[in-house]
Structure formats: structure tokens, C-alpha cells
């Protein structure tokens, strides 16, 4: 009778650890899901006229400095010129547009809502751009801190991956 007990057991085990493994790879499979949703919502609202707008803005904006201008220097500038009047409120509305979505994908990327290689493959040179267009706005502002690591992050990738140190890299 205890050979009945100890073969039903060996099976409760093996059974537990196969249903453990089956549920690990079903959340895998649904951050996943998860993922590739929120990358599709964000890509949809890259593409929208209010964010097609205001980068069309920003370029025009751009489009106004000479080679020897610092754009990022130029881009502070102005940020701050547009924030303190009223009568340009639209103008400094396109700014925040932009980084805002930034900072949003930054904060997705060090919540680990979204892999920091799926957005670098997605929005990685939108981003890294307008990073150095806004260089100077982003580090002045105490919210600037997750662009900045999403930007180190970013660097890290570029990188020969021996000499890589990301943070959201597993052994799948």
C-alpha cells in the first residue's frame, strides 16, 4: 500500500511542477500580449494628427536656425519663452506633445511594462533625435531623469553585446 501512496505522490509532484511551468509560460505569453498591444496603441498615437502636428511644428521650428546654431540651446529658448506666454501657449503645447509621449515611454520602460529593446527598435531613432533636440529642456527639468536612462539604456544597445550591461536582457 505505501508503494500505491508513494507512485500517487511522484505524480501530485510531477503534475504541479507541469502545471507550474504551463502557467509560467502563459504569463510570459501575456506580458508579451501585453506588450505588443501597448506598442501598437503607441505607435497609433505617433501616427495622429495631433502628434504629426506637433512634430511637423518642431521641425518647422528647427527649420529656422542656421548650421552654427545649437538647435538644443535654440529649442530651450524658445521652450521657455513659449511657457511664459500666454499668446504662444499652442506653440509650447507641440513641445510637451512630444515630451511628454517621451517621458511616458521612458516611464513604461523602467516600470518593465514594455522591453527597452522593442521600443529602441520601434521609436529608438525618433527618440535618441528628439532627445537632442530637447537635450537641454529635458536636463533642466526634475522629470528628465527616466528620458535620460532610456537614452543610457539605448547606448547600452548600440553596444557589442559581450560588453552590454541592460538591465531587461534574460536568457529566454
Given amino acids: 500500500m505505501q ?19 504551463y502557467a509560467g509560460r502563459q504569463l510570459r505569453a501575456l506580458k508579451k500580449s501585453r506588450m ?3 506598442i501598437i496603441q503607441l505607435c497609433e498615437y ?25 538647435p538644443a540651446s535654440k ?3 524658445l521652450y521657455n ?18 515630451l511628454n ?17 522593442l521600443i529602441h527598435s520601434v521609436f529608438g531613432a525618433p527618440i535618441e533625435n528628439y532627445y537632442k533636440i530637447f537635450k537641454k529642456v529635458i536636463s533642466d527639468s526634475p522629470h528628465g531623469q527616466p528620458i535620460q ?6 547606448a547600452e544597445i548600440g553596444r ?4 552590454r550591461k541592460l538591465p531587461t536582457e534574460t536568457s529566454e
Avoid: C
Wanted: no cysteine.
Fill in 3 to 21: 508503494w500505491i501512496q508513494a507512485i500517487s505522490s511522484l505524480g501530485l509532484f510531477i503534475m504541479t511542477i507541469v502545471g507550474v511551468v
Fill in 36 to 38: 505588443a498591444q501597448m
Fill in 46 to 70: 505617433w501616427e495622429s494628427p495631433t502628434m504629426v502636428e506637433a512634430r511637423a511644428f518642431i521641425y518647422e521650428e528647427i527649420s529656422q536656425f542656421t548650421a552654427t546654431t545649437d
Fill in 75 to 77: 529649442i530651450q529658448e
Fill in 81 to 98: 519663452s513659449y511657457s511664459q506666454d500666454l499668446q504662444n501657449l499652442h506653440k509650447f503645447l507641440q513641445f510637451g506633445k512630444i
Fill in 101 to 117: 509621449f517621451i517621458h511616458n515611454i521612458a516611464i513604461f520602460a523602467d516600470q518593465g511594462l514594455i522591453d527597452v529593446r
Fill in 149 to 154: 536612462r532610456l537614452i543610457e539604456t539605448f
Fill in 160 to 163: 557589442p553585446k559581450q560588453q
